[in-house]
Nanobody, 125 residues
Framework: QVQLVESGGGLVQVGGSLRLSCAATSVRTFSTMGWFRQAPGKEREFVAA????????RYADSVKGRFTILRDNAKNTVYLQMNSLTPGDTAVYYC???????????????????WGQGTQVTVSS
């Protein structure tokens, strides 16, 4: 059973930056690692994902140009660099793994498993 541990959340002002980390105990060759977030009173939504081997990425439209997903294969770690943060980015951020090979990176949370415990990101105005 793969375990994922998120870290790096916190309180930041509008326009600020944060870098989230997601460390995995193991990553299969064809894994895709994704970041999702859930704001109070809202459903969990896709943020970004990366193919661990190829480095191919996919982003939600709401974060394109502001967030960057990165991975460190040697450390089995995925990062989410978040810049130009707005109050709308306030949420609990989760990482998860899609272990199956797919033609395209999926954005549906039902494709992902081994969810981390989440890390809170709060953007104050």
């Amino acid at each position: 059973q793969v375990q994922l541990v998120e870290s790096g959340g916190g309180l930041v002002q509008v326009g600020g930056s944060l870098r989230l980390s997601c460390a995995a105990t193991s990553v299969r060759t064809f894994s895709t690692m994704g970041w999702f977030r859930q704001a109070p009173g809202k459903e969990r939504e896709f943020v970004a994902a990366i193919r661990f081997v190829s480095g191919a990425t996919r982003y939600a439209d709401s974060v394109k140009g502001r967030f960057t997903i990165l991975r460190d294969n040697a450390k089995n770690t995925v990062y989410l660099q978040m810049n130009s943060l707005t109050p709308g980015d306030t949420a609990v951020y989760y990482c998860a793994r899609d272990p199956r090979p797919r033609l395209a990176i999926g954005i549906e949370e039902t494709l992902y498993e081994s969810w981390g415990q989440g890390t809170q990101v709060t953007v104050s105005s």
